[in-house]
Nanobody, 122 residues
Framework: QVQLVESGGGLVQPGGSLRLSCAAS????????MGWYCQAPGKKRELVAR???????NYADSVKGRFTISRDNAKNTVYLQMNSLKPEDTAVYYC????????????????WGQGTQVTVSS
């Protein structure tokens, strides 16, 4: 009933930038927090950045000052602007969202996107 579709990944040189987008669609009553996670080969998935419905943000220490998370509530979309990219940022990036459905507005469910590959290499 709900889909999160990511876009914007790709190959970029060290020091370059990428902007990831994640759009939620379906029978959505409300979206609370949204976030981005990354998973490198052989490692566990970890938080990159998160943003509440009110716009409060938190970031992993490794990306502070380089990445910016934002959202457009009218479009049910979350963005991740990634600047000064490093080879160690290479990973699959997943978005997630805490969503209340139209049919069950008292409950919140966490949905995940399919992931988008970000590769930082010269």
């Amino acid at each position: 009933q709900v889909q999160l579709v990511e876009s914007g990944g790709g190959l970029v040189q060290p020091g370059g930038s990428l902007r990831l987008s994640c759009a939620a669609s379906g029978s959505i009553f409300s979206i609370n927090a949204m976030g981005w996670y990354c998973q490198a080969p052989g490692k566990k998935r970890e938080l990159v950045a998160r943003i509440t419905s009110g716009g409060s943000t938190n970031y992993a220490d490794s990306v502070k000052g380089r990445f910016t998370i934002s959202r457009d509530n009218a479009k049910n979309t979350v963005y991740l602007q990634m600047n000064s990219l490093k080879p160690e940022d290479t990973a699959v990036y997943y978005c997630n969202a805490d969503i209340q459905l139209v049919r069950t507005p008292s409950y919140q469910y966490r949905y995940w996107g399919q992931g988008t590959q970000v590769t930082v290499s010269s």
